[in-house]
């Protein structure tokens, strides 16, 4: 009676063990040899994640593709613009420039016009001489013309 609930013990252990052992997950594919052919073979739920690791790279894929057009038309845009910036540098240099000789021409035709008003005035002072000179003048001529 021992013995034979010692075996049925031991039936039933070897039974559990080997039953769990064909139920667990298998981690890795297995390597069969079928033939003279060597597969690598799958389970159900490896399978099932593979394909969903697989599609997850293809969309990676398309995304990557994706960012790198964005990627090239970003710096095309960096670019552009950066030109852009150096013609508006170029711009504002030229214009500094016209700027700086807008005021020496300015001060040039400032300094002409004080030189003219002054060429004017003493003109205008010979003018007054030349009249003042030409009434006393013809004073003296009138007065030793009346007097002879």
């Known amino acids: 009676m021992k013995s034979s609930r010692l075996l049925i013990s031991f039936l039933v252990l070897f039974v559990?063990?080997?039953a769990f052992s064909q139920v667990k997950p298998m981690e890795y594919p297995t390597v069969?040899?079928?033939?003279?052919?060597?597969?690598?073979t799958f389970t159900f739920t490896q399978g099932k994640k593979l394909a969903i690791l697989n599609e997850e790279r293809k969309r990676l894929e398309e995304?990557?593709?994706?960012?790198?057009?964005?990627s090239d038309k970003?710096?095309?845009i960096i670019k552009q613009?950066?030109?852009?910036?150096k013609l508006l540098y170029k711009m504002r240099d030229d214009y500094q420039v016209i700027?700086?000789?807008?005021?020496?021409i300015q001060?040039?035709?400032?300094?002409?016009?004080?030189?003219?008003?002054?060429e004017i005035g003493k003109k205008?002072?010979?003018?007054?001489?030349?009249i003042i000179g030409g009434v006393i003048g013809t004073g003296i001529m009138t007065y030793l013309y009346i007097t002879k």
Do not use: M, P
């Open 81 to 85: 613009q950066g030109d852009q910036i």
């Open 124 to 130: 205008n002072r010979h003018k007054w001489y030349a």
């Open 99 to 104: 700027i700086t000789e807008k005021d020496a």
């Open 74 to 76: 970003k710096d095309t």
């Open 63 to 70: 995304l990557n593709k994706i960012i790198s057009t964005q």
């Open 32 to 40: 069969q040899v079928i033939g003279t052919d060597t597969v690598i």
């Open 107 to 118: 001060q040039t035709c400032n300094d002409e016009k004080r030189i003219l008003k002054d």
């Open 16 to 18: 559990t063990f080997g």
